[in-house]
């Protein structure tokens, strides 16, 4: 993944010409110091850009020209130091394409109760010029966030943070490609939706493409480049005896080897950032691809299986969401349950494809059967997914919009170990319980398959959706199944009124 910090969020400080050359040297000076202290903060992970004070109709306009265009700037920070008349505002907002966090600062953080004066009152008046934004920004509908303290406060550098995040997976997404090998897994209906729509409303294209080109290309890898991805393997995984040379299924481990540098040339060569594939459409493939999609997903490209490209796309959103956080962002399927009425937990997997992202463990690298696909035995990386706090997030296509539910989860390691079970696992208790987190879920019509993320929370997600212009259903500790229920009653008739 890219290093977040080329990605620039430009700081826009509005005015206007009333107060004089010297205030207005002033609010520059103020607006420079704190876009710097944002861009030096340890907390936040992009760029902070100043630019300069924006004083009228024609310079806003011009502005925001400058930022629809400018390739790496992934959104904008507006404040208002002083009383920036907001009509000033109109053309530009009308036009703008990026993602807007409102800053609601002041220069000062406490009243200098003995110097105050009008002087110092005329310069420092954000909490009314932030209004007048405020107003006009709420009369256009324009998207954005309010992040309101001190500029100097660690907590404002987190909440930033979390917005530009969510604006670095948003700018990732416009103008990417996908890739699909096969089409939806047959009858299956949550996978599937409306591709020209998601084009339309995320920026990001998915495209098919033949397995038999794929094939071409894992027919045409080198004894050079197999080697060499052998001996990583060996250097990074414990491989099962069998696997290892001159054991009964090392030609496993070659296929599975050829298969991976065979996916990863087509998706490079293509510029792709994610695919999806199905175990129905795998003519001229040995195996499943396991290890190949799993190392694939850990590099960072976006993946779910069956054809399920809209959480291919949300995995690679939320894998650049998380870049440089511990812990990881993985495709994951809630697979089956422990209703024990004390501890109740969901186990999820996948039949293979679980990304070792999730765990600090070393995997093992195994050959099992498949009982799906009637292909040969595929190779795999088992292991235990890490603990802690962690959200379930899913895409689904509600016919006259996107909808992106998002479950907080609490993480655990398996109670106990699984002898038998040849896959990598995570497991986790829904949030606010069991029952009450699985029955919204479903109320909802959330996915079996999901992102599930150890370092991004709920906010990330509903920032990414504002930005998206989708409706989000969140389920965490303050839900309740009446609260859910009138809740998406209220919303569909939300979106029978505003159609677009
Ligand atoms: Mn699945």
Sequence with gaps: MKNLKENEVWFITGSQHLYGEETLRQVAEHAQIIAKELHN?????????????????????????????????????????????????????????????????????????????????????????????????????????????????????????????????????????????????????????????????????????????????????????????????????????????????????????????????????????????????????????????????????????????????????????????????AFMEDYTYHFDPNNSLVLGSHMLEVDPCLTKDKPSCEVHPLGIGGKEDPVRLVFNGTGGDGLNASIVDMGNRFRLIVNEVEAVAPLKDLPKLPVARVMWKPMPDMKTGCAAWILAGGAHHTCFSQNLSSEHLNDFATMAGIETVNIDKETTIRGIQNELKWSDAYYQFNKK
């Design 41 to 329: 903060s340890e907390k936040i992970a992009v760029s902070i850009v100043y630019k300069p004070v924006v004083k009228t109709t024609e310079e806003i306009y011009a502005i925001v020209q400058e930022a629809n265009q400018a390739p790496n700037c992934i959104g904008l920070i507006t404040w208002m130091h002083t009383f920036s008349p907001a009509k000033m505002w109109i053309n530009g907002l009308k036009i703008l394409q990026k993602p807007l966090l409102h800053l609601h600062t002041q220069f000062n953080q406490d009243i200098p109760w003995n110097s105050i004066d009008m002087d110092f009152m005329n310069l420092n008046q954000s909490a009314h010029g932030d209004r007048e934004f405020g107003f006009i920004t709420s009369r256009m509908k324009v998207s954005r966030k309010v992040v309101v303290g001190h500029w100097q406060d660690k907590e404002l550098h987190g909440e930033i943070d979390v917005w530009s995040r969510a604006a670095s997976g948003w700018h990732d997404w416009q103008g990417a490609k996908f890739a699909r090998f096969g089409d939806n897994m047959r009858y299956v209906a949550v996978t599937d939706g409306d591709k020209v729509e998601a084009e339309l409303k995320f920026g990001f294209s998915v495209n098919t493409y033949a397995v038999g080109d794929l094939v071409e290309k894992i027919n045409a890898v080198s004894d050079v480049q197999l080697k060499a991805l052998i001996e990583e393997y060996e250097a990074t995984y414990t491989l099962s005896d069998d696997l290892k040379a001159n054991g009964s299924k090392r030609h496993s481990l070659l296929d599975a080897a050829k298969i991976e540098i065979g996916m990863r040339t087509f998706l490079e060569e293509g510029g792709f950032k994610g695919f999806s594939n199905t175990f129905e459409d795998l003519h001229g493939m040995k195996q499943l691809p396991g290890i190949a999609t799993q190392r694939l997903m850990a590099d960072g490209y976006g993946y779910a299986g069956e054809g399920d490209w809209k959480t291919a796309a949300l995995v690679r959103a939320m894998k650049v969401m998380g870049t440089g956080l511990d812990g990881g962002n």
